[in-house]
Each structure stands twice: as C-alpha cells, then as structure tokens.
C-alpha cells in the first residue's frame, strides 16, 4: 500500500527531528502555569503535541496544514461528485500530503477488503437492552473487536518497539473500515428495522453508509463526505482526542483507545452538542409554532442560560470566532436547502446568541462551533432521532484520533502521566510568591 510506504519512509526523519529538540533543548521552557489552569481543565497549557492538526484560535482548524476549504477543493474526488473522498483525508491525516485520486481510491479500496463486521458484534448490539444509548452500542462494538487487535497479537509475540506503529495501521485500517456499516446497524437497530448489510463494491465509503442508512437522495451522500472530512479531527487537547491518547499511551491497542475516546465524545459539553443543539432549535420551534420573531429567541436565549444551561453548539475552548466547519456546514445549506424552516432558525440563532452571550458575559467565546450545525443538516435529509448524532461525529472522529496515536506510537512517545498535587501544596505555592 502506497499509505504504508510513505509512513514508513517519512517516519526515521519525524523520529530524528523529535530527538534532537529532545537531546539538545529538552530543558528549555515553552510555558507557565497558572493556578486557574491547574483547577481549570488545564486549559491553554501546551502539554501536547500532534502534527496532524493545528487549531488556530481566530482562523480554526487546519488538518496537516490546510483549512477546511482547501481541504474540499484540494482533496481528490471521483468525476460526478461534489465532495472529496474521506479516503484521502484519511492518507492526508496519516501521510500528510494531499493523496492523487489513485491514492485516495487505494485507501477506500481497502477499506471495503476490510469491511465485514463479524457476526457476533451484531449479535452483542442485538443483545444489549432497549434503553441502551446508540453512543454506548457504538463503543461496544469497537470494543468488542479488541480481539481482533494485530497489535495486541503481535505485542504479545514480542514485537519490536519500531514497529508498534504498522500494527496500528492495520488496526486502524480494519476499524475504519467497518464503522460506517456499524453506525448504520445501530441506527436501522434502533430506529427501523434490524438489517445486517454489506457494502456495495461499486459506492466509496461514505455513499455506503449513505446507502445503508436508507437515506435516497444522492445529496446525503455528498454531505456525507463533507461531514466526515470536517469532524475528523481538532488537534490533541480535545476531550476524545485526549482520551484516546493517554489509554494508548499505557499500550492499549486502539479498539480499547478508540472506545475511550468516543465515550468521551458522548458527553453533552463535546460531541452530544450536535444532538442537543438540534434539540434546542426544535424547542424554539415548537414554543412559538414555527420560526420565532427576533425578538422571541432572544428571550428563549435567556431563558436557557436563567435556567443554569448552557447554550448547545456555542462557545469553545479554544476558538474565539466561528468555526469554519460551523460555516462549511451553513453554506451547505444556503446552497442546498435555504428555505428550510430549520436551517432557517438556524440562521437566525447565529444571529442571535452571540449577542446574547457577550450580554451575559461569561463565555469567552460567544460564536457557533462545530455543533451548532450538523443536525440541521442530517435533521433535513430525515434523519430525525436526534440520539444518534453523535454517532455520525464518531465515525469520523475515529480517523483523527486514530492518526495522532499511529504517529504516538511511531515516535515512541511514554505513557502519560502528569503530576496532581493537593490544595495544600497549592497554597504553599501562593505562600511562597507572596513572599
Ligand atoms: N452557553 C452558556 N454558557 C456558556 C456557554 C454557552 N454556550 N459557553 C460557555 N459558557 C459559560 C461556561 O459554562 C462557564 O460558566 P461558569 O463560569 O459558570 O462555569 C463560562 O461561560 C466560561 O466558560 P468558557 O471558558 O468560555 O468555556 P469552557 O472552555 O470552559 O467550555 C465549552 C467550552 C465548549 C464546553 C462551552 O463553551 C460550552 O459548554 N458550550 C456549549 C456546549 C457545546 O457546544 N459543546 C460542544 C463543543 C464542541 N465540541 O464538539 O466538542
Ligand atoms: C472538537 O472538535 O473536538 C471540539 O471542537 C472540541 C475541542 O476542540 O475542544
């Protein structure tokens, strides 16, 4: 596989580079550390390193160095199609140049090679009770391949160190492969009727799970793409990411990795967001019959943050403007949908709170993220059960947070273990600089 070669070829420079800053300027100082960032989620602390994506606070994101624009006009597509395919953004994520056509059909090649879920992950999700969350059937079922894991099997046969990293890959490439056909399970599982399906030889991967999803019209298939491609991936501190990282860094193999990152990404502060901002718009609908006056929303707006809430799909961490991938998202539908009831209040939302929040003062960024969004587009292609949303981040997640722990392991990085200390040790500290 040309993926494989270029990896292992660029892999002895990444390694030589990292331990020269080691060796020679492995003292020097990159920050400090304040107390508000100690009880403070750590946030802005750089303790992390990942090449595969960079968030810039007032740009956004960009994956291997490319924002989310260049990446729909510069990612190779198939003719006929609007939206790239996610098999190249998987070899950019992984190699970190953009793939040719040919690269990008390889990887979506051999996903489908790789795609046939055994049967008995069916039959777990088949098991599970009612109201089992379609978030935990979709970490159960990455977990319950653990024992399918080529690294796992080879760390045990006692493979050598510099090569953890090509394990990975096949692990990686066999779980990628087969999570659009696990999403669709879950959602005709819970949703429609149970049906077991293989992908179709003929369709890339994010038109199967278009496909499998029951969803007709070939646009669904182009957001799709879109979707998988923006979701991908936010450099390392975000909470999936993070998680993912630190159980790999003990060795884990990336089916118990992945699980912890997703199951982190089910929370309502990341990845359930998506859920709970189409969820809010359709309370705003519903109180005032339709789209609300200005004014309305305003005080709707109020009346959640009154009520100690958080305003879904708005505020970041780490942005300090909208997110692109909040307006790749939008202008998908002015282009497609624009009179939509939905995408319409949408709209007026983005107008709205924002001003709303720096009313209230308390979020340091008032504008959409990546959340804001997405449902009003899977919500307009009638995909209604606003539970599985996240599912859809998932997918797509799993390729970024899959790249960042292949290259961890390449360049060898240690477990991960930060110190904690106590308040007292904490008050001594304040003691002493008042000294
Ligand atoms: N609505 C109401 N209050 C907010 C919001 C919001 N959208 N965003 C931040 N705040 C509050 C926050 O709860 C905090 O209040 P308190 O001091 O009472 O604890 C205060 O503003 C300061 O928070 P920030 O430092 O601005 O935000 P932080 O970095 O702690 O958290 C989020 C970031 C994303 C968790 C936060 O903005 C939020 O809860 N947003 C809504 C949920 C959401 O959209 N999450 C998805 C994020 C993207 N993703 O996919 O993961
Ligand atoms: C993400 O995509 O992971 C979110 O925007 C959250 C983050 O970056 O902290």
């Not at 009880?39 to 960079?54: A, F, N, P």
């Not at 510069?74 to 098999?87: I, Y």
């Not at 943050?305 to 708005?314: D, M, N």
Request: hydrophobic share 40%; net charge negative; glycine share 6%.
């Amino acid at each position: 596989m040309v993926l494989k070669e270029k990896i292992a070829a660029s892999i002895p420079a990444w390694r030589e580079r990292v331990k020269k800053l080691l060796n020679e300027s492995g003292d020097v100082k990159v920050g400090e550390v304040t107390i508000r960032q100690v009880y403070g989620g750590m946030r802005d602390v750089e303790s992390l390193v990942t090449d595969i994506s960079y968030v810039d606070p007032t740009e956004g994101i960009r994956l291997r160095g490319f924002t989310i624009p260049e990446l729909v006009e510069k990612l190779p597509r198939r003719p006929g199609d609007l939206m790239p395919l996610v098999g190249g953004l998987y070899y950019l994520l992984l190699v970190g140049e953009i793939p040719t056509l040919a690269e990008a059909l390889e990887v979506e090649d051999e996903w489908k090679l790789r795609s046939e879920v055994p049967d008995y992950v069916y039959e777990i999700l088949t098991t599970m009770p009612e109201c089992t969350q379609p978030m935990t059937l979709f970490t159960q079922a990455i977990l319950s391949l653990q024992c399918q894991s080529v690294f796992a099997q080879q760390y045990d046969a006692g493979a050598r160190r510099e090569d953890y990293w090509d394990y990975m890959l096949e692990d990686s490439l066999n779980l990628t492969a087969k999570l659009p056909t696990i999403a669709a399970f879950i959602y005709n599982l819970k949703f429609k009727v149970r049906k077991i399906q293989l992908v179709d030889p003929d369709l890339d991967w994010s038109a199967n799970f278009a496909k499998m999803m029951g969803v007709q019209d070939p646009l669904y298939a182009e957001l799709s793409r879109l979707f998988f491609i923006i979701h991908s991936d936010h450099e390392s501190g975000n909470v999936s990411a993070h998680a993912t990282h630190m159980v790999g860094s003990t060795l884990s193999d990336i089916y118990y990795s992945t699980s912890a990152g997703i199951n982190g990404l089910a929370g309502p502060l990341h990845g359930r967001a998506n859920q709970e901002a189409l969820s809010w718009l359709k309370d705003v609908h519903e109180k005032y019959h339709g789209v609300p006056s200005r004014e309305e929303l305003k005080e709707f707006a109020w009346e959640t943050l009154k009520s100690g809430q958080v305003i879904p799909g708005y505020g970041h961490a780490v942005l300090r403007k909208t997110d692109p991938r909040f307006t790749a998202q939008l202008e998908f539908g002015k282009t497609n949908f624009p009179g939509d009831p939905i995408f319409k209040l949408a709209s007026m939302v983005y107008e709205i709170v924002p001003e709303v929040l720096i009313e209230q003062g308390k979020a340091k960024n008032p504008w959409p993220n990546v959340d804001a969004h997405s449902g009003v587009l899977l919500y307009y292609y009638n995909v209604k059960e606003y539970d599985f949303y996240t599912v859809f981040f998932g997918v797509s997640r799993a390729m970024g947070i899959l790249a960042q722990l292949i290259w961890s392991r390449a360049l060898g990085l240690p477990i991960e273990r930060p110190k904690s200390v106590t308040t007292e040790w904490v008050e001594q500290q304040v003691a002493a600089a008042k000294k």
